[in-house]
């Protein structure tokens, strides 16, 4: 399954500027998604420091991406990242929690995200996040991960 298949409706992606990022977009959602690049553009201000001016571009202007001016920013997916390490002590290097294995740090990973998505009640959204986004119409607890995980290594263990 792509990620285009996994996510609903046209959806609006953000970069910064560079380059290979647009190939990668091409090739998960090719003209289905909205596409821009935030060019962060340092310069001296009047008081001799270092300022920050931010130039939008359509990575492609002859296509039919049209992003919406409003929604270009990268601050989601900083605070994405954010919210992951101070969750997850395995994406903190040198701590007890850093993960060794491969496995283990894809198992934590998918378990601190779906708990996120599914169990933890946002916040500024009031409600859970998959709840707001139409994945799920029910409330999920714990023993419902719990139950979910068991069915997948039972059908694992059949598999084998």
């Known amino acids: ?27 998960a959602f090719g003209a289905d998604c909205d596409y821009s690049q935030l060019h962060k553009v340092y310069s001296l201000g009047k008081k001799k420091c270092a300022t920050r001016r931010e130039n939008v571009s359509v990575a492609d202007e002859s296509s039919d991406r049209k992003p919406g001016p409003k929604h270009v920013s990268t601050s989601f ?55 707001a986004a139409a994945v799920t119409n029910r409330l999920w607890d714990v023993n419902d991960l719990v139950a979910l995980w068991g069915s997948y290594e039972r059908r694992a263990e059949r598999a084998a």
Do not use: C
């Open 77 to 131: 997916v900083v605070r994405q990242n954010w919210t992951a390490r101070t969750t997850m002590r395995r994406y903190t290097r040198l701590s007890n929690g850093f993960s060794r294995k491969l496995e283990n740090h894809a198992a934590a990973t998918a378990l601190n995200y779906f708990a996120y998505n599914f169990i933890k009640i946002h916040r500024r959204l009031r409600m859970r996040p998959a709840m």
């Open 1 to 27: 399954m792509t990620l285009q298949n996994r996510v609903k409706g046209r959806v609006q992606i953000t970069t910064d500027a560079l380059r290979a990022y647009m190939n990668v977009i091409d090739d």
